[in-house]
């Protein structure tokens, strides 16, 4: 079992439009959630993090953890084509400094 | 503020030769951080440095991978002898928070051994 999935295939929404991508972990105990968005050949660049259940807002983004479900999940709102990227959801999964990295969503803005 | 640097940015070996990668961090980060993504692959942890010791090595994938900060600045990881498993992309980040918060990562490295 990965620590990190991230399942879904590269995701195609027009402009104005709300994206959403999803994570789930397999270790009950993480306690950080972090999404990463990175775009081709770039470094990844922490857009949000998360420690506490329920919704973070910042901007258009908006992150929600659910430690019962062991999901959390990222929406973008009003998507620009300035945010077609990958998205990658890590987890801070031991309590150490290491993060646990799903394999990345892409996410394209048809304008 | 510069961020953190690796270089050099892409390497092309052969298989059996060996490769020298290094990273920059932020000035005063005391947390560097080696990380792979092999093509297809999630990224993965290497290794975790706290100044020049080795905090966590449990990601590094066999004695052929070496990893040093000496002095706590720069880190570098060497590859002795490479393999054609070996390719991918080599990312450092460093931090001064820990428990996974505050990482800024370089723009990597992309190694090709062939």
């Known amino acids: 079992q990965k620590e990190v999935e991230q399942n879904s295939g590269p995701l195609s929404v027009p402009e104005g439009a709300i994206a959403s991508l999803n994570c789930t972990y397999s270790?009950?105990?993480?306690?950080?959630f972090f999404w990463y968005r990175q775009y081709s050949g770039k470094s990844p660049e922490l857009i949000m993090f998360?420690?506490?259940?329920g919704d973070k807002e910042d901007g258009r983004f908006t992150a929600q953890l659910n430690k019962a479900s062991q999901y959390v999940s990222l929406l973008i709102r009003d998507s620009q084509p300035s945010d077609s990227a990958t998205y990658l959801c890590?987890?801070?999964?031991?309590?150490?400094?290491?993060?646990?990295f799903g394999k990345g969503n892409q996410v394209v803005v048809i304008p | 503020e510069a961020g953190v640097t690796q270089f050099p940015s892409h390497s092309v070996i052969e298989k059996g030769q060996t490769v020298t990668l290094r990273c920059d961090p932020i000035?005063?980060?005391?947390?560097l951080y080696w990380y792979r993504r092999v093509m297809g692959k999630e990224i993965k942890f290497l290794l975790h440095?706290?100044?020049?010791?080795?905090?966590?090595e449990s990601g590094m994938p066999n004695n052929r991978f070496l990893a040093e900060r000496t002095g706590g600045t720069y880190s570098t990881l060497k590859v002795q002898p490479a393999e054609l498993e070996d390719s991918g992309v080599y990312f450092c980040?460093?931090?001064?928070?820990?428990?996974?918060?505050?990482?800024?990562f370089g723009s990597g490295t992309r190694l090709t051994v062939v």
């Open positions: 980040a460093s931090s001064q928070a820990t428990g996974g918060y505050g990482y800024t």
């Open positions: 270790d009950r105990g993480s306690q950080s």
């Open positions: 998360i420690y506490s259940n």
């Open positions: 890590a987890v801070n999964a031991d309590g150490n400094n290491r993060l646990a």
């Open positions: 000035s005063g980060h005391d947390n």
């Open positions: 440095f706290v100044k020049e010791s080795k905090q966590d």
